[in-house]
């Protein structure tokens, strides 16, 4: 895999509404990764656990939606996803926090561009003005025949 389309995952060129509605939708795929980790968490019982996944959840698809709360509500939620998996050291907890993370912060820059390109009026069209014609002339109805 090249580095290149490594780096346009992980941080995406929003230059449309649409590139921002695909930054937009890794919040979306980031809660639905973030419910695939914490199975067995939430297997085992634990409420706590079972309320983070179902705000993380809302949070994803609402950002899908275009909602500017909701990714931003992704990315506070998964704050302290990160900060409790530091003290681990390197480990999948902390490279999935970090990873989930930044698809909420690409949520958030995707939702935002998005509202922004979407309000952004478009060029107006051009239009050529040509010369008004010459009024017909006796000679141009009926010219004379051989």
């Not at 973030?34 to 698809?61: H, M, N, Q, R, W």
């Amino acid at each position: 895999m090249d580095f290149k389309n490594i780096l346009e995952f992980f941080w995406p060129a929003i230059h449309d509404a649409e590139s921002a509605k695909k930054a937009a939708d890794q919040g979306f795929l980031a809660a639905i990764l973030y419910v695939f980790l914490a199975l067995t968490p939430i297997l085992s019982g634990e409420v706590a656990k079972i309320f983070d996944v179902l705000v993380v959840a809302l949070c994803g698809y609402f950002s899908k939606r275009l909602w500017r709360t909701a990714a931003i509500g992704g990315l506070v939620m998964m704050g302290p996803e990160l900060v409790f998996a530091l003290p681990g050291g390197v480990s999948f907890r902390l490279a999935s926090a970090a990873i989930l993370t930044l698809m909420f912060v690409n949520a958030i820059r995707g939702t935002f561009l998005y509202h922004r390109y979407a309000q952004a009026k478009p060029a107006p069209p051009t239009v050529e003005v040509l010369p008004p014609e010459p009024p017909p002339t006796r000679e141009t109805e009926n010219p004379p025949q051989a």
